[in-house]
């Protein structure tokens, strides 16, 4: 069951304009949100994140969005570069009772930004 | 101030033989996770460690797999009795302790082929 979902296994844009990437979740009691990009070979870097008491948080050209009612967040890249093409995942992650989280990730979009 | 290391890089092994691959998570992390990644496919969770506990397993498959991060040294994914379908990236991440959601590092990844 996957409690994480990246539709779009692939998506190309061209170089200044806008990347949309979408991810959604089905468990509520996600709370908290991450981004990362990896390029082949190489273990995911850290993007961005929200937290669930946030709609919105900005970083440089990344922006991510979370919408709460359709559990629904996507990572904005404005304006996309070339060097941004790779593979962006999304995670999710609950708080358990014993104080711990766990994060669960998407199955990832690969991003191609024609020059 | 070196991030979390993983080895080997790749590792090649033989249906019926073990594998070990190991995680030193970042300085002053004391949590690791462990993720494997299928050819094209998503990072999925396998088990969420503290030093000499074990947090999290739900992830790992019933048998053959073990996972420890024993009090002094590294954390060790152990795959025992290889099959082809073991072939896959295991990635490692670290985080600190402290309260609340927390970002996770990465490691580059260990990657085990199984002829």
């Known amino acids: 069951d996957q409690q994480v979902k990246q539709n779009s296994p692939s998506l190309s844009v061209q170089e200044g304009r806008i990347s949309i990437l979408n991810c959604d979740y089905t468990?509520?009691?996600?709370?908290?949100f991450l981004w990362y990009k990896k390029y082949p070979a190489e273990g995911p870097t850290f993007l961005i994140s929200i937290s669930s008491i946030k709609d919105k948080n900005e970083d440089g050209r990344f922006t991510v969005f979370l919408n709460k009612s359709a559990k629904h967040l996507s990572l904005h890249i404005v304006p996309s570069q070339p060097g941004d093409s790779a593979v962006y995942f999304c995670a999710a992650s609950e708080r358990a009772t014993s104080g711990t989280y766990k994060y669960i990730f998407g199955t990832g979009t690969r991003l191609k930004v024609l020059a | 101030n070196a991030g979390v290391m993983q080895n080997p890089r790749h590792l090649v092994r033989r249906r019926g033989q073990e594998a070990r691959l190991r995680c030193s998570p970042m300085?002053?992390?004391?949590?690791v996770y462990w993720y494997r990644q299928l050819p094209e496919e998503g990072l999925k969770f396998m088990v969420y460690?503290?030093?000499?506990?074990?947090?999290?397993e739900s992830g790992m498959p019933k048998e053959r797999f073990s996972a420890e991060f024993p009090k002094e040294g590294p954390s060790i994914l152990r795959i025992q009795q290889v099959v082809r379908g073991d072939s896959a990236a295991y990635f490692c991440?670290?985080?600190?302790?402290?309260?609340?959601?927390?970002?996770?590092?990465f490691g580059a990844g260990s990657r085990l082929t199984v002829l």
């Open positions: 460690l503290q030093k000499e506990n074990i947090i999290d």
């Open positions: 991440a670290s985080s600190p302790i402290i309260s609340g959601a927390n970002v996770l590092t």
């Open positions: 300085k002053g992390h004391s949590h």
């Open positions: 468990n509520s009691m996600f709370d908290y």
